[in-house]
């Protein structure tokens, strides 16, 4: 017992530390607590991440850095309506075709199941009760969407939300590339003089987080759109559908390529059926993510985040379940930022018992 207290005041006497440690205790108290309050600006954070790089790449060539800013913002918002208003009903006349086809699909589900016992004599499952238990879950489906929609006056302050974060999202990214330096020496006003602990871990962070938010935003634009293309080409009915599929994949490494393939396999199988052309589209989206891992995500991360695949898996477990969708995508950041805590940790224990050895 006396072991243990001496071990916690050892730890509590370092002030640093300690302060890193109730550090990472308020981040995730204010994520837990308000992480609803918090999205827009978690979002314009990531924005201006990206949108920074711009920035200081024409900062360099010696454009004013308002300039700059107001370039970079100005091209972004034009391109970002450009995709609202040309791809988005595209994407939305394709998901109400499938729904709108889905009992076809679950039918030719069940003739291929008919026409492959019929050929190969297989009595292992019956296709009624396949098509019975696809038809009742589709059913859920439909009744759960129209009682969406009858609650839809009940959303009205949640659709109030969204076009406010429509409004505030840009214009906390445009402050937040305005006034990044002001900001950020404003931060450093508020914490202690000694912060070399807190200092490590940022620079840690801004360099790892940046790149892994940058890198993954280019890569979800690049590879979503290749396999648009690609889909496309091949006259898939549901190309854009499966490019923005793929491209959202992106964010969720390991599990997302795996759980997308899925819908990439069952929508070419509903178009084409068992022929050499669903056998094409199955082959293009492996060659698509295997280009992916070995030529896009080498080019354009130059520092990847250095954390374990169960690690990976893990933290988008963990935080996916603490705060849904958006848990997802801010997992790979939050666990750097547990690592980099954990190891400085780890470090000045080391350090402290070799200094009590010697």
Same mark, same amino acid.
């Given at each position: 017992?006396?072991?243990?207290?001496?071990?916690?005041?050892?730890?509590?006497?370092?002030?640093?530390?300690?302060?890193?440690?109730?550090?990472?205790?308020?981040?995730?108290?204010?994520?837990?607590?308000? #992480?609803?309050?918090?999205?827009?600006? @978690?979002?314009?954070?990531?924005?201006?991440?990206?949108?920074?790089?711009?920035?200081?790449?024409?900062? &360099?060539?010696?454009?004013?850095?308002?300039?700059?800013?107001?370039?970079?913002?100005?091209?972004?918002?034009?391109?970002?309506?450009?995709?609202?208003?040309?791809?988005?009903?595209?994407?939305?006349?394709?998901?109400?075709? +499938?729904?709108?086809?889905?009992?076809?699909?679950?039918?030719?589900?069940?003739? #291929?199941?008919?026409?492959? !016992?019929?050929?190969?004599?297989?009595?292992?499952?019956?296709?009624?009760?396949?098509?019975?238990?696809?038809?009742?879950?589709?059913?859920?489906?439909?009744?759960?969407?129209?009682?969406? @929609?009858?609650?839809?006056?009940?959303?009205?302050?949640?659709?109030?939300?969204?076009?406010?974060?429509?409004?505030?999202?840009?214009? @906390?990214?445009?402050?937040?590339?305005?006034?990044? =330096?002001?900001?950020?020496?404003?931060?450093?006003?508020?914490?202690?003089? %000694?912060? #070399?602990?807190?200092?490590?871990?940022?620079? =840690?962070?801004?360099? /790892?987080?940046?790149?892994?938010?940058?890198?993954?935003?280019? %890569?979800?634009?690049?590879?979503?759109?290749?396999?648009?293309?690609?889909?496309?080409?091949?006259?898939?009915?549901?190309?854009? +559908? +499966?490019?923005?599929?793929?491209?959202?994949? &992106?964010?969720?490494?390991?599990?997302?390529?795996? &759980?997308?393939?899925?819908?990439?396999?069952? @929508?070419?199988?509903? !178009?084409?059926?068992?022929?050499?052309?669903?056998?094409?589209?199955?082959?293009?989206?492996?060659?698509?993510?295997?280009?992916?891992?070995?030529?896009?995500?080498?080019?354009?991360?130059?520092?990847?985040?250095?954390?374990?695949?169960?690690?990976?898996?893990?933290?988008? +477990?963990?935080?996916?379940?603490?705060?849904?969708?958006?848990?997802?995508?801010?997992?790979?950041?939050?666990?750097?930022?547990? /690592?980099?805590?954990?190891?400085?940790?780890? %470090?000045?224990?080391?350090?402290?018992? &070799?200094?009590?050895?010697?």
């Amino acid at each position: 017992m006396k072991a243990m207290i001496s071990w916690v005041s050892d730890r509590l006497a370092d002030t640093q530390l300690m302060m890193l440690l109730a550090s990472l205790l308020a981040i995730f108290t204010l994520l837990i607590f308000f #992480s609803r309050i918090l999205a827009p600006l @978690l979002v314009a954070i990531a924005l201006a991440y990206v949108l920074d790089t711009i920035v200081r790449f024409f900062v &360099v060539r010696h454009m004013p850095h308002f300039t700059a800013v107001l370039l970079v913002f100005s091209t972004a918002m034009i391109l970002v309506s450009f995709t609202l208003l040309t791809v988005v009903p595209i994407l939305t006349d394709q998901i109400i075709g +499938l729904m709108n086809h889905l009992p076809d699909y679950i039918q030719s589900i069940r003739k #291929s199941m008919e026409s492959l !016992q019929s050929r190969y004599g297989i009595n292992w499952l019956n296709p009624e009760h396949v098509q019975q238990l696809m038809e009742s879950n589709s059913g859920e489906f439909q009744a759960w969407l129209t009682s969406m @929609l009858k609650k839809s006056f009940g959303l009205i302050p949640s659709i109030i939300a969204l076009l406010v974060y429509t409004v505030l999202v840009p214009v @906390l990214v445009f402050f937040l590339l305005k006034d990044k =330096e002001a900001i950020l020496a404003w931060s450093n006003e508020l914490l202690p003089k %000694e912060r #070399s602990l807190l200092k490590r871990v940022w620079q =840690e962070l801004d360099t /790892q987080i940046g790149n892994y938010i940058q890198g993954r935003f280019w %890569e979800s634009v690049f590879i979503g759109l290749l396999m648009w293309m690609v889909f496309a080409i091949m006259g898939h009915n549901y190309a854009l +559908l +499966l490019g923005v599929l793929t491209g959202i994949s &992106v964010w969720i490494p390991f599990v997302g390529a795996a &759980v997308v393939t899925f819908p990439v396999m069952f @929508l070419s199988f509903f !178009q084409w059926g068992v022929t050499d052309m669903t056998l094409y589209a199955i082959l293009a989206y492996g060659i698509v993510q295997a280009f992916d891992a070995n030529i896009v995500i080498p080019w354009l991360f130059s520092e990847i985040v250095d954390l374990h695949p169960i690690a990976i898996i893990m933290a988008v +477990l963990v935080f996916g379940n603490f705060w849904g969708f958006i848990g997802v995508f801010i997992a790979i950041p939050m666990a750097v930022l547990v /690592q980099s805590v954990l190891s400085i940790f780890l %470090e000045r224990q080391h350090n402290q018992h &070799v200094s009590e050895a010697g």
